[in-house]
């Protein structure tokens, strides 16, 4: 079939098979060859997250197309959900087809993806900066700076948690997370921790713990899976250890410690002895240590000593050595010995008869007694016997060591039978006591009562007393005693005497009075000119026999001054002096002195000059010839005797009166003594009214004396009133102002030790004599 579409009518001649003709004409209206067109729209361009719109508009009616929505016969819609491309086909009612393309791309509904770097991981302690970097184009976020579309950078100065919101084009949002740990900008800080605390004599071990991750110091050593927050030091002596800390961040820090526990040395010590001297008694070792050690065997701590000093008594000589361990475990040795010790008295044998039986007037000599020691010994002697006074006497013999050990007491009884008709009156001394020999004129026979003249005056009782007596304080030596005469008075019954015998006692007297002044001035007296003067004004006796003048008693003072401890301090002392007291002061009167003692080579140069100066004085003449004794005591009467000398105080005079309930005889040189001393207030004495001349004197009596003789005192009376010592074993008060004094002046002697004083101990004669001159140098 031909399909002719033309618009003109059209005539058609018609034959039929007959050979009829007609004709039909006819108008062709409805052909369409004409194709359609299109065109597409979309409601959204923009990247959207939602869905688009496509519209079709085509030239001309076109029919259905599936998938699309008809609004009318042009025009059609299509919601497009998801980005797609497509072609559309459409066909008019003439069968003309058409087609047109649409592509939706904007169609967004992902959410973008981002991720952030850091310019560095590591720890530091500056800035970092950020990058996010997103899965695709999104909007500039707040604080970040656009490199372009999907990069944005941040500088952050400190650590953080945080999250950065990212949107893109099409609106989906979403949120990349932040965080910053790696910025540390603080110093480490660090303890350490020692492997003991106790001493050791071992290394210690350092444990170094840091409050972060440092980088190894120097000289440790990190402990294995610490991440470097742990680290070892064997150290291997005591020091103070700083550790400089750098953490990773380049932070730096500190952490620091002192090992004081490390003790490798072993302990020294030292041990003295309670006395030095010869002693009948136990021995008191102290021991002294240059650290703290574990309390030895045998051995007492000394309280608050802190391990460093101990006691042990000892009962007999030997060698007492000891080990000394220190806390650490260091072990050291140190040995005492004890030789003085002697507990086994000497013995004594009485010479010659036990008993013996003597006339009045008959003469008698001491046979003595012997000792025996195993070192030495002496023999002490006391009681006498007086021929011219009928009796019975008893003289007593002991002996003594070194170290005060007493032998038995064996005793002489000694008779005496009166007799009228005796030529001599004797007095006996024992050779070895330290006592005075008198002598006396010979007394006067009794005069019968019924011969006596009513007319004749009595003779006055202080005409028959012998005004001068001729004293010499003996040595104690071996040497036989001098014979003297003497008189003994009776108390009982005054005796009367003629004038013409009164006279004769009194020029008697007169001329003893002469003797004893020369003797004495002999005795004094070692330059001439004015010492001589002084010497002879201050011993000047008077023809009666009256009591002499103290040599230097006064009651004025004078102020003198010493630096002590760079202090100056002024003083009052007694201006009482005289030449015995300028000679022992006087380094070049003895400069020269060659000494007859053989026991003193041993003492120090200060002590052995300090005796020289008493011994060329005549002060002191020793206990045995050739022998000083320096450790041996010396009695409280001895002492007084020798201090009294030294500062020429008239010993020699004769005693008036018995001061104390002790001392019962007058014609004892120790009571002449003790009644110098006591008249001038020197001493008093004990509670009980006694004076024990014959006990031996201690530290403290001795140095009292001393200080009373020059009745020292501080100008500054406040500052003497407010002096307290630093002695620990004072007993009363009286000692605590006398060695308050004594201390601050820095004349104490012997030199306390351990903050005691020993007031108590007996002082020797070599300290009495160091004591006596230090003492008077005050007076330089």
Known sequence: MRIINFRPPINIALVDKAGNTGSSAFVVQNIDKEVPTGTVTYSKTDPTSGDVTVTLETSKPVDNIDGWTKVDDTHFKKVVSENEDGNILFVDPAGNTGNIEYSVKNIDKTAPTGTVTQSTYDPTNGSVTLTLETSEAVETPDGWTKVDDTHFTKVVSENGGNSVEIVDPAGNSATVPVSVENIDKSGPTGTITKSTQDPTNGDVVLTLETSEAVKTPKGWTEVEGSNGTKFTKTVFENGDEEVELVDLAGNSGDASTSVDNIDKGAPTGTITKSTDDPTNGDVVLTLETSEAVKTPDGWTEVEGSNGTKFTKTVPENGNYPVELVDSAGNTGTVEGVVDNINKSGPSITLNGEKEMTLRQGANFVDAGAECKDDVSCEIVVSGGVSTSRPGVYEINYYAIDEAGNKSETLTRTVT?????????????????????????????????????????????????????????????????????????????????????????????????????????????????????????????????????????????????????????????????????????????????????????????????????????????????????????????????????????????????????????????????????????????????????????????????????????????????????????????????????????????????????????????????????????????
């Open 416 to 780: 005496v039978n009166r007799s009228f008709t005796g030529p001599d009156e004797t007095v006996f001394t024992p050779k070895n006591d330290t006592s005075v020999i008198t002598p006396e004129e010979p007394s006067m026979p009794e005069t019968p009562k019924n011969t006596e003249k009513k007319d004749e005056k009595p003779v006055k009782k202080e005409e028959q007393k012998k005004t001068d007596e001729k004293n010499i304080f003996l040595k104690n030596t071996e040497k036989p005693v001098e014979k003297v005469k003497v008189e003994v008075k009776n108390e009982k019954n005054t005796e009367t005497k003629k004038p013409t015998e009164t006279a004769k006692t009194d020029d008697a007297t007169k001329e003893k009075n002469r003797k004893n002044k020369e003797k004495i001035l002999e005795k004094l007296k070692k330059d001439t000119g004015e010492n001589t003067a002084e010497v002879e004004k201050n011993i000047e006796l008077n023809a009666a026999g009256e009591k002499p003048k103290n040599s230097q008693k006064s009651t004025e003072k004078m102020v003198k001054t010493r630096t002590i401890n760079g202090e100056t301090v002024s003083y009052k002392i007694s201006t009482k002096t005289c030449p015995i007291m300028k000679n022992i002061l006087d380094d070049e009167y003895r400069s020269e002195f060659e000494s007859s003692f053989t026991d003193i080579a041993r003492l120090t140069k200060n002590e052995i000059i300090d005796i020289l100066r008493l011994e060329k004085t005549e002060v002191v003449k020793g206990r045995e010839a050739g022998t000083f004794a320096p450790k041996s005591e010396i009695t409280r009467a001895e002492f007084l005797a020798i201090v009294l000398q030294a500062h020429c105080y008239d010993v020699y005079q004769e005693a008036t009166g018995l001061p104390f309930v002790d001392m019962t005889d007058l014609n004892d040189w120790k009571t002449r003594v003790v009644q110098v001393g006591y008249d001038n207030g020197i001493i008093s004495g004990y509670a009980d009214g006694t004076f024990r001349p014959n006990d031996t004197i201690s530290n403290i009596e001795a140095f009292a004396i001393l200080m009373k003789l020059q009745e020292i005192e501080l100008v500054d009376r406040e500052k003497q009133a407010s002096l307290v010592d630093s002695y620990t074993d004072k007993q009363a008060l009286w000692q605590e102002k006398v060695l308050g004094l004594g201390e601050y002046l820095g004349i104490l002697y012997p030199k306390a030790t351990n903050n005691k004083f020993h007031p108590d101990a007996k002082i020797n004669r070599k300290n009495m004599v160091s004591q006596m001159i230090d003492i008077m140098k005050l007076y330089r």
